[in-house]
């Protein structure tokens, strides 16, 4: 079936809908999918506020889900709080991967935006390659993956949800698909899986009883962890494989270990509270993080433990593990590795046979026990050299490493642990003849040159009942413009009767700091276009 330009999809009874959309179309109402509907590179599909989308469930001839959204021109599935756009199971028992989600493959042409919304029951929820889409206020729930970034999916989650779904979010080549204000939990499989050179920022969120673990870094990938409280898992943030992240200011705590390292791991971990799990930080095979600031205190075993291959002198023996090299001494011979590892960077010099653990603060009674036996005595806190001695590669014997926590912090670490999270952008009232009006999106523009055609920089989900909206920016300088109504087409421009009107206090700043992040009580009054 091909569904033509401006199609609304709003009568009860309609047939369900599969294939093309090859030009600027509106779905609202409820619109039945069974089948796969294509969005052509160049085309727009604008889901109305309070629009559900349901799916037909089971498979296709080929044991594919049958029912799915593949995107490669623009989504703008932009609901309100009390409107919400919806992505589901058409199932009269809706269960986990009943459809196959949607979709997002080679659609850089503008960004897709996704706000006020919620997918469910899906295979994976949203899965991204070469694109780049801006959701906000997004929940995902029943499904078996949330959102998975295949390659090169970049953008950003502000203030979303991912409840109940097997794994919350992974990442795969090169997306930096940021994450923020966020919560993922409940999760059988895990939170957060970061792989294959994948560097997203994951900041100000929530990490809560995702099973065995929070956060995975692995196999190359440098993700930024930043401000988040990570609860309830087996292993709060899960470390290995040449992975490169900063661990900064997080709330680590009620794990069984707070973070787990090993094999070839060069992490810096710093300004955290890592507290009240069973083992604070584990280090194993190589793992030679460096630890400053953080306050670890309070765990039921050891604040820091050295595993039973953590040796120096053993890894000089082993010069490839697990498709990593350790590269102090080369190998006699060239060794093929796999591909997603041929392009690693070599690894960077440590201190031979030391974790660096140095100013850091280890709770009151460690303390008095660090000052008494001096910086080369055994702390109880610590499990590492001066516990088990040695440990056996191929019938011989090694010294294990040890852990350097001196100098250490006296007192606790001011600052340590989550940032108040504070969200730049500007918030206000959309009035139409002197009342507060709904449907109304607001256009963010860098400048007044280009008349305000176009999307411009950024736009907000249309405005709730009460006139209120929100738009997230970046700091700077900005004209704010309202438009509506809520399905008039982003990039288009208002026709006669839609409604149109520009902030009396433009430009709009934004600033930088925390106390003027964001510019609030904006009002921008709007008029009919004649």
Same mark, same amino acid.
């Given at each position: 079936?091909?569904?033509?330009?401006?199609?609304?999809?709003?009568?009860?009874?309609?047939?369900?809908?599969?294939?093309?959309?090859?030009?600027?179309?509106?779905?609202?109402?409820?619109?039945?999918?069974?089948?796969?509907?294509?969005?052509?590179?160049?085309?727009?599909?604008?889901?109305?506020?309070?629009?559900?989308?349901?799916?037909?469930?089971?498979?296709?001839?080929?044991?594919?889900?049958?029912?799915?959204?593949?995107?490669?021109?623009?989504?703008?599935?932009?609901?309100?709080?009390?409107?919400?756009?919806?992505?589901?199971?058409?199932?009269?028992?809706?269960?986990?991967?009943?459809?196959?989600?949607?979709?997002?493959?080679?659609?850089?042409?503008r960004p897709s935006r996704i706000s006020h919304a919620v997918i469910a029951n899906a295979a994976a929820a949203i899965t991204g390659s070469y694109s780049v889409l801006y959701a906000e206020d997004l929940r995902i729930e029943g499904s078996l993956r949330g959102i998975v970034s295949l390659q090169d999916f970049h953008g950003r989650l502000l203030r979303g949800t991912l409840s109940g779904n097997d794994v919350g979010l992974t990442y795969y080549q090169n997306s930096t698909f940021h994450v923020e204000g966020s919560e993922v939990r409940g999760g059988s499989g895990g939170g957060i899986e970061c792989l294959r050179g994948s560097s997203p920022a994951i900041r100000s969120s929530s990490i809560l009883d995702n099973g065995p673990r929070g956060i995975t870094a692995a196999q190359g990938s440098s993700p930024l962890i930043e401000g988040n409280t990570i609860r309830g898992h087996e292993q709060g943030i899960f470390l290995q494989l040449q992975c490169r992240p900063r661990i900064v200011r997080n709330a680590i705590t009620g794990n069984g270990a707070g973070i787990w390292g090993e094999k070839f791991i060069f992490a810096e971990i710093a300004g955290n509270e890592i507290t009240r799990n069973g083992t604070g930080i584990y280090c194993n095979f190589s793992a030679y993080p460096t630890i400053r600031g953080n306050n670890i205190h309070g765990n039921t075993g050891f604040g820091i433990v050295l595993g039973d291959n953590m040796s120096f002198v053993m890894e000089k023996r082993i010069p490839f593990r697990m498709g990593g090299q350790f590269s102090f001494t080369p190998p006699q011979e060239p060794t093929v590795l796999p591909p997603q590892t041929r392009r690693f960077t070599p690894l960077p010099a440590v201190e031979e046979g030391v974790v660096d653990a140095r100013e850091n603060w280890w709770g009151a009674e460690a303390v008095a026990e660090m000052t008494r036996v001096g910086a080369n005595?055994?702390?109880?806190?610590?499990?590492?050299?001066?516990?088990?001695?040695?440990?056996?590669?191929?019938?011989?014997?090694?010294?294990?490493?040890?852990?350097?926590? %001196?100098?250490?912090? /006296?007192?606790?670490?001011?600052? #340590?642990? $989550?940032? &108040? *999270?504070?969200?730049? !952008?500007?918030? @206000?009232?959309?009035?139409?003849?002197?009342?507060?009006?709904?449907?109304?999106?607001?256009?963010?523009?860098?400048?007044?040159?280009?008349?305000?055609?176009?999307?411009?920089?950024?736009?907000?989900?249309?405005?709730?009942?009460?006139?209120?909206?929100?738009?997230?920016?970046?700091?700077?300088?900005?004209?704010?413009? %309202?438009?509506?109504? /809520?399905?008039?087409?982003?990039? #288009?421009? $208002?026709? &006669? *009767?839609?409604?149109? !009107?520009?902030? @009396?206090?433009?430009p709009v700043t934004v600033g930088a700091s925390e106390g003027a992040a964001v510019s609030e009580g904006i009002g921008i009054v709007v008029r009919k276009v004649e």
């Amino acid at each position: 079936m091909l569904l033509a330009a401006a199609l609304l999809l709003s009568a009860p009874g309609r047939a369900a809908v599969s294939g093309e959309i090859a030009g600027d179309t509106v779905w609202e109402g409820t619109v039945d999918v069974d089948g796969v509907v294509r969005v052509a590179k160049g085309a727009t599909l604008l889901v109305a506020p309070g629009t559900t989308v349901r799916f037909a469930p089971g498979a296709d001839e080929a044991n594919q889900h049958r029912s799915r959204l593949v995107v490669a021109g623009i989504l703008v599935a932009q609901g309100s709080a009390d409107a919400p756009v919806r992505f589901v199971s058409a199932a009269e028992r809706p269960g986990k991967g009943d459809w196959g989600g949607i979709s997002l493959e080679h659609a850089r042409e503008r960004p897709s935006r996704i706000s006020h919304a919620v997918i469910a029951n899906a295979a994976a929820a949203i899965t991204g390659s070469y694109s780049v889409l801006y959701a906000e206020d997004l929940r995902i729930e029943g499904s078996l993956r949330g959102i998975v970034s295949l390659q090169d999916f970049h953008g950003r989650l502000l203030r979303g949800t991912l409840s109940g779904n097997d794994v919350g979010l992974t990442y795969y080549q090169n997306s930096t698909f940021h994450v923020e204000g966020s919560e993922v939990r409940g999760g059988s499989g895990g939170g957060i899986e970061c792989l294959r050179g994948s560097s997203p920022a994951i900041r100000s969120s929530s990490i809560l009883d995702n099973g065995p673990r929070g956060i995975t870094a692995a196999q190359g990938s440098s993700p930024l962890i930043e401000g988040n409280t990570i609860r309830g898992h087996e292993q709060g943030i899960f470390l290995q494989l040449q992975c490169r992240p900063r661990i900064v200011r997080n709330a680590i705590t009620g794990n069984g270990a707070g973070i787990w390292g090993e094999k070839f791991i060069f992490a810096e971990i710093a300004g955290n509270e890592i507290t009240r799990n069973g083992t604070g930080i584990y280090c194993n095979f190589s793992a030679y993080p460096t630890i400053r600031g953080n306050n670890i205190h309070g765990n039921t075993g050891f604040g820091i433990v050295l595993g039973d291959n953590m040796s120096f002198v053993m890894e000089k023996r082993i010069p490839f593990r697990m498709g990593g090299q350790f590269s102090f001494t080369p190998p006699q011979e060239p060794t093929v590795l796999p591909p997603q590892t041929r392009r690693f960077t070599p690894l960077p010099a440590v201190e031979e046979g030391v974790v660096d653990a140095r100013e850091n603060w280890w709770g009151a009674e460690a303390v008095a026990e660090m000052t008494r036996v001096g910086a080369n005595g055994n702390s109880a806190a610590i499990e590492d050299f001066y516990d088990k001695p040695d440990t056996w590669y191929e019938d011989a014997t090694y010294r294990r490493d040890r852990v350097a926590f %001196a100098p250490w912090e /006296a007192q606790p670490v001011a600052g #340590a642990g $989550p940032p &108040k *999270g504070v969200v730049p !952008g500007v918030r @206000g009232t959309v009035v139409f003849e002197g009342q507060p009006v709904g449907g109304v999106r607001v256009h963010a523009y860098a400048d007044a040159d280009g008349g305000f055609r176009g999307q411009g920089q950024a736009f907000s989900a249309p405005s709730a009942r009460d006139g209120s909206f929100a738009l997230d920016l970046a700091p700077g300088s900005y004209h704010l413009v %309202a438009k509506g109504p /809520a399905t008039l087409f982003p990039h #288009a421009e $208002p026709r &006669k *009767g839609d409604l149109y !009107g520009s902030c @009396g206090g433009n430009p709009v700043t934004v600033g930088a700091s925390e106390g003027a992040a964001v510019s609030e009580g904006i009002g921008i009054v709007v008029r009919k276009v004649e």
